[in-house]
């Protein structure tokens, strides 16, 4: 998003839209919402009559002669009504981290299962930098919006007009001036908070561009630091850096300037409310204790609008990142489910077959037309083909990351489509091209698909997967801890503990997708009768650019051009 289009003149109407979207799709915010006005009216009840009773003692006490004993009633109603008034004010801010609380997760929890279930590899499409920007430091922003902002909106929607209905009866011309100027703040706050909001978007937007492209630096440092190009980065990133606190200090001039008008306009609305009651109590045509009320009142009835606007600079980061979750939210799903899904097959027990299946993504032509594929039950069929032929694409809808335009991909004559996306996966051992490796230990990782195995069986697969040597080179051995905030592992051993995990599970379909792309020939030879093993009995699907994996195969099919045909040139020329 440019500068110049954060600033359109929609920007405050998305804002608005985003608000009322929070509130529709989540039932913790309606709850909160709910809470929150229960206590502002009850926040408002106490302001009134702290006010009235103040004003009816002081007024006893030095125009009537009253004792203590006389004013002490009235003191214990003002000391209940001060405690009531200290605990509305808790109530706001614990009501209100709670209900943030809730409504981040709800918030969070959708994202990861639209990325991760509706939209799976759509992370690679996403900046992710930015989005982990939202998802964590942006959707923890909300927090302002609901403990801070939320409770002050309801305030100065109730306070003001509860206490013109108070003062009115009292004098007629305070309550108008009172209505006259309080409305100028609102004005005032929404022509200053249109300019703050496309301040704080902008100053949002840098910040996401540093983080995405910090994140990328970090992830690629290796490269860069093997190319000599690490030192150049320090100085792309105090430029964005720079921009960033630009952008922040702008915002925050903004901000001080606008409480800056804000406190200007209550105060000079006071300051003409006390000016015409003092007249007319120096006329005698006002007693004070009517004076005294409208005199306490009058601040009370501008502090909830002055808050508003301090509150709203609070809150517009939140805003901003709510809006991207939701520009993500409303990313169409790319695997859908029948509304009433069937138990998913399994592949031992019939073949897998793609019929007629078309396929193409959004900004290319199509990867293929009418393809046909068939993998029977126990079948090893190895793909071969020039790259970007559509060999990782043929395993994406196999996994059911995407589905095809046209056509249907069966298992025993059960169309995947019919079945749940995470059902169908769980009877699936997949080791892509560059394996996911959590943060936590290696004995952990390699349980991923077969948490149960057997301590007997781990230490089998440790050696045929080739990490004998990484286990035995470490004190801590399987308990090592591996990925983030642990031992970085490179690419290749990444790619044995992939193997590892596939070969570990009871999995009735393998899936490897250029499985020994990141090792050299001598460790892809080591690992040979590894892929014998892990194909022997079950279904699987094998691609590769390189001889070693096709051994395993049962029949090997050339991708290209659209078309799959078979390859026995190819097999001829594999060593066994």
Sequence with gaps: ??????????????????????????RAARKHLITTVGIGLSATALIIAQ??????????????????????????????????????????????????AKVMAELRTRLAEHLLLKRPGALQAEHSGELVNSAVGGVGALENYFARYLPQAV??????????????????????????????????????????ESRTRDRWQQLSHLSAHFLDVVGGLE????????????????QVGDLYRRETMGALRIGFVSALVLELLAMIGVAMVATAVGIQLADGRMELTAGLTILLLAPEM??????????????????????????????????????????????????????????EYPDRGPVFEDLDLTIAAGETVALVGPSGGGKSTIVSLLLRLADPDQGRITCSGVDLAN?????????????????????????????????????DRLEEVVEKA???????????????????????????????????????????????????????????ELLGLALDELTASPSALIVSHRDRPLVSADRILRLGKGRLTDAPDLRDSVPT
């Design 1 to 26: 998003m440019t500068q110049t289009q954060s600033r359109a003149p929609g920007a405050g109407r998305r804002a608005r839209e985003t608000q009322r979207r929070l509130a529709r799709s989540s």
């Design 51 to 100: 006010a009235t009773l103040l004003a009816l003692v002081i007024s006893g006490v030095f125009m009537e002669g009253k004792s203590f004993a006389d004013v002490a009633p009235l003191l214990l109603w003002l000391g209940f009504v001060s405690i009531g008034r200290g605990l509305t004010s808790a109530g706001f801010e614990t009501s209100g981290r709670l209900g943030a």
């Design 155 to 196: 305030l100065a929607a109730i306070v003001p007009i509860a206490i013109l209905v108070w003062v009115f009866p009292y004098d007629w011309k305070a309550a108008a001036i009172l209505a006259i100027t309080a409305p100028l703040i609102p004005i005032f706050m929404v022509l200053i908070g249109l300019l703050t």
């Design 223 to 238: 490269t860069l630091r093997a190319n000599g190009r690490a030192e150049a980065q320090t100085d792309s990133i105090g």
């Design 302 to 359: 501008y502090m909830p609008l002055r808050q508003l606007g301090n509150q709203f600079h609070a809150s517009a980061d939140g805003m901003a990142a709510a809006e991207r979750i939701f520009e993500v939210l409303d990313q169409p799903a790319s695997v859908t489910v029948a509304p009433e899904a069937v138990a998913a097959p399994d592949p031992a027990e019939g073949p897998i077959k793609f019929k007629g299946v078309s396929f």
């Design 419 to 455: 079945i749940k996306p995470d059902e169908w996966r769980h009877q699936i051992a997949w080791v892509p091209q560059r394996p996911t490796i959590f943060a936590g230990s290696l004995e952990e990782n390699l349980r991923l698909f077969q948490p149960d195995a057997a301590s």
């Design 466 to 524: 080739g990490l004998a040597s990484l286990v035995g080179g470490q004190s801590e051995g399987l308990s090592m801890v591996i990925g983030e905030g642990g031992r970085r592992l490179s690419v290749g051993q990444s790619q044995r503990v992939a193997l590892g995990r596939a070969l570990l599970s009871s999995a009735h379909l393998v899936v490897l997708d250029e499985p020994t792309a990141h090792l050299d020939r001598q460790t892809e």
